[in-house]
Structures are given as C-alpha cells and as structure tokens.
C-alpha cells in the first residue's frame, strides 16, 4: 500500500520524507527509497524491506538537498529488490519519479520506447512513466517538466498517482492524480510545501491541505502551487485545515471513517494484487500459500468457511475457481459448519476467509477441518491473527486499517484474493491455457481503474439517497455471479442504516418476495450486461408491474435500462467474472448516504462489533 512523500523548501528534504514515510507504515511495502537533487545532480537510496533499512543506509551514505521525494512500495510488477524500488530515474538522469497504481498498458509503452533506444534499468511497470517524462521533455515539451508530464500521462491507462522531479528544475516539482489510485495532499507551509498520499505523513509540518481530484496537474515550488486539469483548465481549490487529531487527521477529507475506506478500494485492490501476478506469462505468484503441483492436482473440492460479507465474498469466489481451476466448491457458514459433522478428507483444502483473522465462528470452523486433516488456508487482513497462524498457507487481503465496522474495502480484496487464488490454481492444475491466464491477468490489472471510475458516481448516488431515505423496506436482486452482490447490498444497508433490506437470486423473486413488492418497496436490480441481462430485464418489468420503485445497477451505454427503470447507475463495463467488485460500490455508496441521511453512527452502528469473538 504505496506511500508517497515530497518535500521542497529551505530545510533539508531527506529527514522530512524519511520520517514522513515512516508514518505511513502501516500501510504495508516491501521497500523504500528517497531521491534529492542538490548541486545540478539527482541522489537516489533505495532499499528492499523495512524502512530502517534505508535509515542504514542513508547514515551510511548521506544525501542532503532542499527538495526531494520518497516512497515506500509494494512490488506489482519485479519481484522485491533495490532496481525495482521507487523512486525511479530516466535514462539518462534528467528525471525522477515516484508512483502509486498500475501502468495497465506498460508492457505496449515499453516495447514501444525500447524500439526508440531507452534502456530499462527495472522491471517495474512505473518506469515507463519517467521515460515517457523524457521522451516528451526533449520532443514537444522543451525542458518544461508540466507539460512533459502532462503528455507522458496521456498515454497512460489506469488509476495513477505520481510525482515528478527534474534535476534541471530543482526548485519545482510537478503530481498528477488520475482516478483513485491513492490520493495527493498538498501541504502548504511558509517558504516550503509538501506532497503526500496521505494526511499523517506531514500533519507534523502543516495542518493546511489541499487534496487533487482525479485528473489534475500541481505545479509546486516552495513558495506557490499551480493546479490545472490535465486539459490545462486552471483550478480553483479550497485549502482545508486539518485538525491536529490523529482520528480526525485520519479521515482526511471524508466525513466517517466508511466513506474513506469505500474511496480507498481503487488503492487497496491495487495493494492485494502487488507482486502477486506476473502479468507477462499470466500466473498468479502466491508463495505465502505453501501449494505444489502435486497437491493443486490432488485437492478434489474447496469448502470455504466464513462469516457475513466474507461469507458473500466466498460465494463469489466460488464462480473463479470452478470456472478457472474446475474445482467444486462449496460455500459455508462459520456459524453453522461444525455442527453437521461435515465431510472433509485429505484431498479437501478449507479455505477461512476473515478480515480480523480473529472472528471465533470461523476459527471454530478452521478447528474443525483441522481436525478431519484437510488442508487449512486463510485470506486474512490482520496480519499474525489467530487464523492466519493456524493455517498451511495464507493470503493477506493488504486492505490497510478497516476502521468502519460495516466492511467495504476488505470485502473487495478478499474477493480478488480468490481471483488469485483461482488463478494460481488453473495454473498448477493445468486448467487454463496461457492466452486464458494472460486475458484473466490483464483483466485484473485493469479492475482498480474500473473501480476508480465507478466511485465517481458519489453525487449520483446521494441525490437518490435523498429520494430513497424514507422508505423501510428494501428488496435487492441479483442472478449469477452478482447474486451475491445484491446480498451484500442489502446487508450493507441493514448494517448502518437499520432499514429492513433482503437480498435475493432474481430468478427466486415469484417464488415468495414478489408478494412484497408494492409502491413502498424500492427494489434493487443489479443488471449488467452479460449472459443473464435479458433475464434481468424481465425481473424489472416484473417489479414495475406490481407498482415497485426500480432502481438498476448497470453498464455505462446502456440505453434500453433507462426505459425500463425508475432509476439507473452506471458503472463502467468490465469483464463478468470481476464485475462484482465494481457493481457493489454504487451499493455501498447508497447504504452510506442513507444511513448518514438517517442520522445513524455509520462507523460504528448499534449492536455490531467488529471482530466477533463470542458465539
């Protein structure tokens, strides 16, 4: 979970971003590096591992100048080690950048500068960005660092957050935000500024912020900030003033915990898919899992144990690995396992999936299998948990602080933990051929920028919040692989609103809830374009007929939906398998502006508790 800081003034940078860095800790990274300029030249340290390796070595070896930037990395693409550290410098040395998302079209670029003469020096997808910064720095751009950046960024695809250096501009420094992969602060001092992805990395040095939205340009020197879109449309932008309180600090720019948690997605998926997915051959690099060949090829089903959403989350994750590994699977109640006395042996892998790896129902279920000999695995959040130390082998969701008790960002990772995890075992299996291991590849390296831009349907989602407030009862449908989505819905709105809410397959509603439906129950249609579409379509003339406020979850160009529902949210198209990660957001947004509508502690809703350790 990359961290970024950047510091220009009189002081000397190094100290600053070092310590600033290490404030942001907590998000997790692999390795750290910082780059000054001083004397017409660019300093680069660069370590793998924690953060006081880099201490080491820059006590070691000194570097001092008044502007510079540091990062802390979680390995995409290359797998851990110094080359690949952030931050990254052009070939020849003009330029220095540091970087939070997923290049989706790197390996296109790369090729494509390559042919041109550059020279990598990593493996990294970033690297094509300060390359792309000096191409147009010496084509188009004559030495001004904002447009060369500006151009470099136009060729990019993804969500980015980046900050660029020039060693023949020392008293500037230019960030770009593009959709959601982290955000930028500027910190704004007397005679310095500063730039972060997030508050508490420079909280110590000024309360006063300004936050980039997506698709914006900064212009930094140490007296002034310039921000324009990226089609050079100056910007108008408030400076907000932080309070020097870590839990209000925290929630930086968002009113409740939640809301910043929900925004964060586009950056948490980008963190659990880091160093686990060679995008060129298509396999899915999960060594924490302890799996060979031989045992994928002798599992002959998969039970997934969990609680909640993570029980929502395993039901999606049923859909990968059969499709991809052709695996049976089946899907669970912690709650409930233990007491049928199941059916597990040898060839059996139970797989927990819990946020807080300490949720005691689950536990009870990992207890269970343990004892009938299947293999154990865990996809946990809360790294040295009581599940993840019991299991044979374990994926961490590398979600961050999950501080809402209502889940969001740990139930997307998880979901593309098994994403992975399906992927890995098509992989050993022999399941999947190369081209279908590198299309599911591709196709998950572009989800955070989906992600990202099914977040910008925020002021959408509140004005119908503002309609749908009132009403007690709520009715979500879903068919196939979203089903579990619209039970996730419905939960999400029960939990932090207290509104009775159900979740059903579509195709169950005139078995039962079509009963329900009148001019007082909205009802929630998740219908995307795939193979069960027209489905969909017949289930809101359905709700319509017997007087049902239709409000449909849908893809962006679809234009017979609108005919047919009250109301629509788009999101952007992407593939069916990974589409439950960006229909529920519009979902969680909704639940969100209800609940806050309401009057209810959206953080901390009554009767729930985060980790449940009691049955």
């Not at 695809?157 to 982290?182: F, L, Q, T, W, Y």
């Not at 039970?303 to 089946?330: D, H, P, W």
């Not at 397959?505 to 009963?515: D, F, L, Q, S, V």
């Not at 009802?523 to 049902?548: F, H, N, P, T």
Request: aromatic share 6%; with cysteine; glycine share 8%.
């Amino acid at each position: 979970m990359c961290g970024i800081v950047g510091y220009i003034g009189k002081q000397d940078a190094t100290p600053i971003i070092i310590d600033g860095l290490g404030r942001l800790e907590y998000r997790g990274y692999d390795s750290a590096g910082v780059a000054v300029i001083h004397d017409g030249h660019i300093h680069l340290r660069r370590d793998v591992g924690k953060l006081s390796n880099l201490r080491d070595k820059v006590q070691a070896d000194p570097l001092s100048g008044s502007i510079g930037i540091g990062h802390t990395r979680w390995a995409t693409h290359g797998a851990p080690a110094e080359r690949n550290a952030h931050p990254h410098i052009s070939m020849d040395g003009e330029f220095v950048v540091v970087h939070n998302g997923i290049v989706e079209n790197y390996l296109d670029l790369k090729h494509e500068l390559m042919a041109e003469g550059v020279k990598f020096q990593s493996d990294t997808d970033t690297e094509v960005i300060v390359q792309l910064i000096e191409r147009f720095a010496y084509n188009g751009a004559h030495g001004n660092l904002t447009e060369a950046t500006r151009k470099a960024v136009s060729y990019l695809r993804g969500a980015h957050a980046i900050v660029v250096m020039s060693r023949a501009k020392p008293d500037e420094m230019v960030a770009v935000r593009i959709g959601n992969a982290g955000g930028v602060a500027l910190g704004l001092g007397e005679g310095e500024n500063f730039i972060a992805s997030d508050i508490p990395a420079i909280l110590e040095h000024t309360r006063r912020m300004i936050f980039l939205e997506t698709r914006q340009i900064a212009t930094i020197t140490a007296d002034s900030y310039h921000i324009q879109t990226l089609d050079s449309q100056p910007v108008q932008v408030d400076i907000q003033d932080i309070p020097y309180d870590p839990v209000t600090a925290a929630k930086g720019e968002f009113k409740h915990f939640m809301q910043k948690e929900i925004f964060e997605q586009a950056r948490s998926l980008t963190d659990t898919i880091r160093g686990r997915i060679d995008f060129e051959c298509g396999e899915a690099l999960l060594p924490d899992l302890n799996l060979t060949v031989k045992q994928a090829q002798a599992l002959n089903r998969i039970v997934t144990v969990a609680c909640g959403t993570s029980y929502y989350s395993g039901l999606v994750g049923k859909f990968f690995i059969e499709q991809m590994a052709r695996l049976n699977v089946e899907v669970d109640y912690g709650s409930e396992y233990r007491y049928r006395d199941p059916i597990i042996d040898a060839n059996t892998a139970v797989l927990a999936i819990t946020q807080s790896g300490e949720t005691v129902d689950t536990l009870a279920a990992m207890e269970e299998a343990r004892a009938k000999h299947a293999t154990l695995w865990s996809i946990v959040n809360n790294i040295g948990s009581q599940a993840m130390r019991v299991s044979d082998g374990t994926i961490t969701m590398n979600a961050g602080p999950e501080i809402g008790v209502a889940s969001t960002k740990a139930f997307t990772a998880s979901i593309v933990d098994q994403y992975l995890l399906a992927l890995h075992l098509g992989s050993l299996r022999g399941t999947l051929t190369t081209e279908q291991r590198q299309q599911y590849a591709f196709d998950l390296g572009r989800l955070p920028d989906l992600v990202g831009r099914a977040l910008e349907t925020e002021a959408q989602v509140q004005a119908l919040a503002a309609l749908l407030h009132h009403y007690r009862d709520f009715l979500y449908l879903g068919r196939g692989i979203n089903y579990p989505i619209a039970l996730e819905g419905a939960l999400k709105l029960k939990e932090i609103s207290y509104i009775h809410a159900e979740g059903y397959p579509a195709g169950e509603m005139k078995h039962g809830p079509i009963a329900l439906i009148d001019d007082q129950m909205p009802v929630l249609c998740i219908a995307l374009k795939d193979a069960l579409y027209e489905k969909m379509i017949s289930q809101i003339e359905q709700a319509k007929a017997r007087g049902g406020i239709v409000i449909a979850i849908a893809t962006e160009g679809d234009t017979l939906i609108a005919s047919k529902a009250d109301h629509v949210l788009y999101v952007p198209e992407t593939p069916t398998l990974l589409s439950p990660v960006v229909a529920v957001i519009p979902l969680q947004l909704l639940a969100y502006h209800i609940a806050v509508l309401r009057g209810a502690d959206v953080d901390q809703p009554r009767n729930l508790a985060k980790s449940v350790t009691v049955e």
